[in-house]
């Protein structure tokens, strides 16, 4: 089976800009999350999706939103882009739920100037 | 919510030593724990994870352990290679509700195998 995509791989925005992330689960798994890596505070989630609806999010602005198509791939926006939104934004993908195995994409590189 | 600690933050051995990592966590309901492996530049890759019902679990040099009542697991790699040089987390899978859960991770631990 093909892995876990993420695109685009990087992105140079501007602070007040607005971003989408697109990420395509392993074929079968369902449960899509969203993760922000970055040095100073490691892994952190940020919501999941299942079957088109967000079951879970994390403690992040409303500035951060989602949504899940009914193929399951996955869209993360962030507007009104900050300095500290500059990132690693990593989905991961599983069968049925968080509980699964999570698989992770390669991952988007935010850069906010 | 759910608290992760992991330790040390950074690790170095000899190869062909054995490192062993530890992690703690805050909530007693947290059932699952992956370890995952972040070479530099790649994505994160899971390498073993362990349920609640298990003690251990092991597959060729790694294995996990799990402690229920301290709330602590460890992962251990015996015969250490230079190409197990990552940054390994841990995680715990804290139930969100309506059927959700996320995983909470450590900081992660940096590990040197040197030749």
């Known amino acids: 089976k093909a892995g876990v995509t993420q695109t685009p791989r990087y992105l140079i925005k501007t602070r007040g800009q607005q971003v989408t992330l697109s990420c395509s689960p392993i074929s079968g798994h369902r449960s899509v999350s969203w993760y922000q890596q970055t040095p100073g505070q490691g892994l952190q989630f940020l919501f999941e999706?299942?079957?088109?609806?967000?079951?879970n999010k994390g403690n992040f602005p409303g500035r951060f939103s989602g949504r899940q198509f009914s193929n399951s791939r996955s869209e993360m926006n962030v507007s009104t882009l900050e300095l500290g939104d500059s990132a690693l934004y990593l989905c991961?993908?599983?069968?049925?739920?968080?509980?699964?195995?999570?698989?992770f994409g390669p991952g988007t590189r935010l850069t906010v100037t | 919510g759910e608290n992760v600690e992991q330790h040390p933050s950074t690790l170095s051995v000899q190869e062909g030593d054995s490192a062993v990592i530890k992690c703690t966590y805050s909530?007693?309901?947290?059932?699952?724990f992956p370890w995952y492996k972040q070479e530099l530049g790649k994505r994160p890759q899971l390498i073993i994870d362990i349920r609640s019902n298990v003690g251990e679990k092991k597959d060729q040099r790694i294995a996990v352990t799990l402690n229920k009542t301290a709330k602590h697991f460890s992962l251990h790699i015996t015969e250490t290679q230079p190409e197990d040089s990552a940054v390994y987390f841990c995680?715990?899978?804290?139930?969100?509700?309506?059927?959700?859960?996320?995983?909470?991770f450590g900081k992660g631990t940096k590990l040197s195998v040197i030749p």
């Open positions: 909530d007693s309901a947290s059932n699952y």
């Open positions: 995680a715990a899978s804290y139930g969100g509700g309506a059927g959700s859960y996320q995983l909470t």
């Open positions: 999706y299942f079957s088109e609806t967000q079951r």
């Open positions: 991961a993908s599983s069968f049925q739920t968080g509980n699964d195995e999570q698989y």
